[in-house]
């Protein structure tokens, strides 16, 4: 049963409805409408569903709820959801998708620095001894760091960003698992869409960072009585941890650290990396000044779609003027425009991203102002924000006349 | 197009057989043999089965791969899958693997160090250097007072698991906890199957150590490989390894904050897992457990090594079962009582279906010993030969849906070593450990439940006597035994004799 029956049902029970003076309101058949309270069928279009509403009475709230439903049941779940995410991670960017939690307290030696394994049960502990050794790592320059965990801990990737922390000297690398299969947790996340909206602000903060991916089912590889899955490495010491970074055993002596690295060094090899910086060519090519590309969030299908707020198009128009020729404006007539509202304007002025053939690539600035390109190499999340962006919602797009009228005003006025 | 079919067109093409001459042969429709070759309606009788591999010639090994298609088109390959997975557990209890384990020990490796490392923390990158670790660590738990091991790995280590079935005990007892993964796949994943990690985990329980399993359910390759850090850990009181799932890469500890850390650990993720077993500690246990496990099911199947004849026992023999210097003499003889009579409702209300030895019954016959009872019992009294005959001619007019039949090879040998009965919703396992001590296990885990239920619900007929057959023998034994009784002969004379 989908979602959109299960609150119809529950109203008609409620409210004590009468079905069949509710089939004459709606005029649609009978035993339409019994299929699509037991959810056989796919749900109505929206004007039935309006007309059900109108039938039962519902509250605002109710009417929200309803509405909801049918949204859900008419995306299909895994789509909705996803397409949240995908919507979330952008206006958040470049901020962590979720705000809870940084490290308590400062790094904290531990008591005998020599020792060669120390364990821990707490997470204040192992965040203490987590920052400690990565100080440690910074101060003897040419720092290494190995994580192997996944990119959901918030606190710990928080620390990462912290500045004067890390510099661009310390190379981190990490692996992570990403879901083989597509589906939603128990929140109704998608997973890989919050890892990367945890992953890109260590890119923007300029970190030396590069992300691996392997395939497996998160759940059951991650967590569910596994002993210690995380590893955490530097030069001079490493923590193996459980999943949920609270009990662990810290390493300082070297034989332990450099059969760590192996086996790290190992699983990496058998990883592909989650991105690829593309070469200045083809940044060039896709910059080149008559495509949209990168102006906003754009895609290659029968010519480039691209979806940008207002200032954006007054940009690019200007930036036609200068170059100007005949050719670019024909040019832009014949790309497809969406002007997006806000919020989802400043988003992307936020991030770009542009997808051709089957490569994403995303753009944004990093603190100092530079920027950063980065090629996309998981497919399933590449498609998942395409997704997304094909299918914004109609209330965040003005009109095609406003869009006309936009243009023509900007026209003039240059 | 099923095993069957392919199986049969690829032996029509490569014999150049005439199918039209087949058909005459088989005495069977056009268009039906078509459709059986096509695979597009269900495979033929056995009957007809046998006519077709006879027409086509087959050698013994052709004819043997064309019987093992026909009965997985018949059952589905995934039942067929777990019925061969129940017969190797039968038919291999108890699966003791020495042959890793000695060669380990013979072989003088270099690499392997001599003495354990003082060392707070020791790496080690090998399996042999693992095994060495793991072997001396487990041997000196095993020799200390009270010794206590947890394990939290998967039981695919012949090495370690043949080493823990071969552990010489000090005599002081040891405790083994052992967490465990099964697999919560039941289908498509034939690579990893619990019936396997059961055959595996049972030796432990002959040796006489105080060994608890429990498990948790999971997708056991992503759980324990596919780059996973350290997912297993051997402990006992004073070192802990923790390490890969392969046992190539970890490290040795002998710090004891750490260890009383993992210990910890061990101790929650425990309290997360279910028991593998209900171990009962003592007769009465044992009898209500079986009672339990009877009364819950509707249909129940027995392999074991003698008749099940405990509810044909008249009660007036009960009191002379029981020796006179028995502890608790009156409670003991009325909890049989109350036994007795409980075993006698639920045979009226179960089919019982007993697969057994055919010697065991001849022994019966021969010395009046109940050898089903448990020790004290059993040794205490021998049946008379009157009694024999008045117990054995009771099957014939009870109430009881019980069905008997004889074992025929190849579980002749497997009934000899265990004892097993499988409902649909319970079962247990007894067997003799290493000091003849009697052990019940009650199993607790569903699927294998199930596997093991469908496999003796369906077993091969011609493994077993049909009961005619055995029941016939049964009448011959009571008119063997009123034979000697007339002669007023002592039986002591073998009955083959």
Not at chain 2, 320 to 327: G, I
Not at chain 2, 336 to 358: G, I, P, R, W
Request: include cysteine.
């Amino acid at each position: 049963m989908s979602d959109f029956p299960e609150i119809l049902n529950r109203f008609i029970t409620e409210k004590n409805i009468h079905v069949y003076s509710m089939v004459k309101y709606c005029d649609i058949d009978r035993s339409t409408m019994y299929k699509i309270i037991k959810g056989t069928r796919r749900p109505p279009s929206e004007e039935i569903r309006d007309k059900i509403a109108a039938f039962m009475r519902l509250s605002p709230a109710e009417t929200q709820q309803f509405e909801h439903a049918w949204q859900i049941s008419v995306t299909g779940k895994v789509n909705y959801y996803r397409r949240k995410n995908a919507e979330s991670f952008l206006l958040n960017f470049p901020a962590f998708s979720d705000m809870p939690g940084e490290f308590p307290g400062p790094a904290r030696k531990p008591f005998s620095s020599k020792k060669e394994c120390i364990s821990f049960s707490d997470q204040n502990e192992f965040s203490a001894f987590f920052k400690y050794i990565i100080e440690q790592e910074k101060i003897s320059g040419d720092g290494q760091i190995g994580l192997l965990m996944q990119p959901s801990f918030i606190p710990l990737l928080r620390s990462l960003i912290q500045p004067g922390l890390l510099d661009t000297s310390i190379h981190i690398d990490h692996i992570f698992c990403m879901e083989n299969a597509e589906q939603l947790t128990e929140t109704n996340d998608y997973r890989s869409l919050c890892y990367l909206g945890n992953l890109l602000p260590l890119f923007v903060n300029q970190r030396n960072y590069h992300p691996w991916c392997f395939y497996d089912d998160i759940q059951s590889h991650f967590c569910s009585l596994n002993l210690f899955p995380v590893l955490i490495l530097t030069k001079k010491a490493v923590i193996t941890c459980t999943s949920d970074c609270t009990e662990g055993i810290l390493y300082q002596s070297p034989e332990v650290i450099s059969m760590l690295w192996n086996i790290f060094d190992t699983y990496r090899s058998l990883c592909h990396p989650l991105f690829q910086v593309p070469d200045q060519n083809s940044i060039c090519r896709i910059r080149s000044s008559s495509s949209p590309a990168f102006s906003g969030w754009s895609f290659k299908e029968n010519g480039v779609h691209c979806y940008c707020s207002k200032n954006t198009v007054k940009k690019y128009i200007s930036d036609l003027r200068l170059h100007a020729s005949d050719n670019n404006l024909l040019n832009f007539s014949a790309q497809h425009f969406h002007f997006l509202k806000s919020p989802l304007a400043e988003a992307s002025e936020n991030i770009q991203i542009y997808a051709e053939d089957k490569n994403m690539f995303l753009h944004f600035k990093n603190t100092s102002g530079g920027s950063v390109y980065l090629d996309l190499q998981e497919p399933r999340l590449a498609s998942a924000l395409l997704d997304y962006i094909k299918n914004i919602e109609k209330d965040f797009l003005y009109t095609e006349e406003e869009n006309i009228r936009y243009v023509k005003e900007i026209n003039q006025k240059i | 197009m099923s095993d069957f079919s392919k199986l049969l067109s690829r032996f029509i093409k490569e014999k150049k057989i005439s199918v039209s001459s087949m058909v005459e042969y088989c005495g069977i429709d056009r268009s039906a043999m078509y459709k059986i070759i096509k695979g597009k309606r269900n495979p033929p009788s056995l009957e007809i089965r046998d006519r077709i591999s006879h027409f086509m010639r087959l050698t013994p090994e052709e004819s043997r791969l064309f019987n093992q298609a026909y009965e997985i088109s018949l059952t589905g390959k995934d039942v067929y899958e777990k019925r061969k997975q129940a017969e190797k557990f039968i038919l291999n209890f108890p699966a003791v693997f020495q042959t890793e384990y000695s060669s380990f020990c013979s072989s003088s490796s270099s690499e392997r160090p001599e003495i354990l490392p003082e060392k707070k923390c020791t790496a080690f990158s090998s399996q042999n250097i693992f095994y060495f670790y793991a072997q001396q660590i487990i041997e000196s738990e095993a020799d200390s007072e009270n010794g206590q091991i947890g394990l939290l790995l998967q039981p695919d280590s012949e090495f370690l698991f043949s080493f823990l079935t071969s552990l010489k005990l000090s005599g002081s007892p040891c405790f083994i906890d052992h967490i465990f993964c099964m697999n919560h796949f039941s289908k498509g994943e034939t690579s990893y199957n619990n019936l396997d990690t059961l055959s595996r985990l049972l030796p432990l329980f002959i040796n006489g150590i105080h060994y608890r399993p429990y498990f948790f359910y999971d997708n056991v390759h992503s759980h324990y490989h596919n780059l996973n850090a350290f997912s297993s850990m051997i402990l006992t009181k004073k070192y802990a390894i923790t390490c890969t799932a392969d046992l190539k890469n970890g490290i040795l500890h002998k710090d004891p904050k750490t260890i009383t850390m993992l210990w910890k650990l061990f101790h929650s993720y425990k309290a997360k897992c279910h028991p593998l077993f209900y171990i009962p500690n003592s007769v009465i246990e044992d009898g209500s457990m079986v009672q339990k496990t009877v009364k819950n099911c509707s249909e129940l199947y027995f392999i074991e090594p003698e008749p099940c004849l405990i509810p044909f026992i008249s009660e007036s023999i009960l009191p002379s079962l029981l020796p006179e210097d028995h502890p608790n003499r009156e409670t003991m003889l009325s909890y049989m009582y109350s036994y007795l009579k409980e075993s006698k409702k639920s045979f009226s209300k179960a089919d019982m279906h007993f697969y057994f030895c055919k010697n065991e019954l001849d022994r019966f016959a021969e010395t009046g010993i109940l050898t089903e009872l448990p020790r004290p019992l059993s040794d205490t009294y021998a049946l008379s030969v009157k009694e024999r005959i008045e117990l054995l001619e009771k099957i014939f007019n009870s109430p009881f849906k019980v069905h008997y039949h004889f074992l025929k090879e190849p579980f002749l040998q497997a009934a000899s070593r265990l004892r097993l009965c499988v409902g649909e919703n319970s079962m247990y396992l007894q067997f003799l450990n290493n000091q003849l001590h009697r052990s019940y296990l009650f199993l607790q885990e569903p699927e294998i439940i199930e596997i093991l239920f469908d496999y003796l619900k369906n077993i091969d007929k011609n493994t077993i006597c049909s009961e005619e057959e055995t029941l016939a023998y049964f009448r011959e034994t009571i008119n063997w035994l009123k034979k000697k009784e007339k002669e007023n002969e002592p039986c002591l004379t073998s009955r083959k004799s």
